[in-house]
């Protein structure tokens, strides 16, 4: 069995005196981004306590839907109305867009309509 060569390169952190590397930690701890990630996983292990301690049922009836009723139901009141009207409003240009949609949908047509469009293409280079 051969013997192993050990490497004469020191690792990265080897070379990094104990105070530097502490004051590094400290610092990779102060950045958002770290702060944001430790906080998400916090909230959701404090979400995936309270299921297991409530229950799933429990939860979704005493913390979801009271949650969802509170922000959800007057927002959909307050957007509902307006989508209404501009569904409504939009019904002949949706009508137009299903037909012609409908007429292009042949062989001649879309060999024609890439002729076009290569044209077009090539004008543009």
Not at 24 to 35: I, T
Not at 68 to 87: E, H, I, K, N
Not at 91 to 120: C, F, G, K, M, Y
């Amino acid at each position: 069995m051969a013997a192993r060569r050990r490497s004469s390169y020191k690792s990265l952190l080897a070379t990094i005196t104990p105070s530097r590397r502490r004051k590094e930690m400290a610092s990779l701890f102060r950045s958002p981004a770290v702060r944001a990630t430790f906080v998400v996983v916090g909230v959701t292990g404090l979400v995936a306590l309270a299921v297991a301690l409530f229950g799933p049922r429990r939860f979704n009836e005493q913390v979801v839907k009271p949650i969802s009723a509170a922000t959800l139901v007057p927002l959909a009141a307050a957007v509902g109305p307006q989508a209404d009207r501009v569904w409504a409003e939009t019904r002949p240009w949706r009508d137009q867009v299903a037909r012609v949609l409908a007429s292009i949908n042949t062989d001649e047509v879309r060999a024609a309509l890439a002729e076009r469009l290569s044209r077009w293409v090539e004008r543009l280079r």
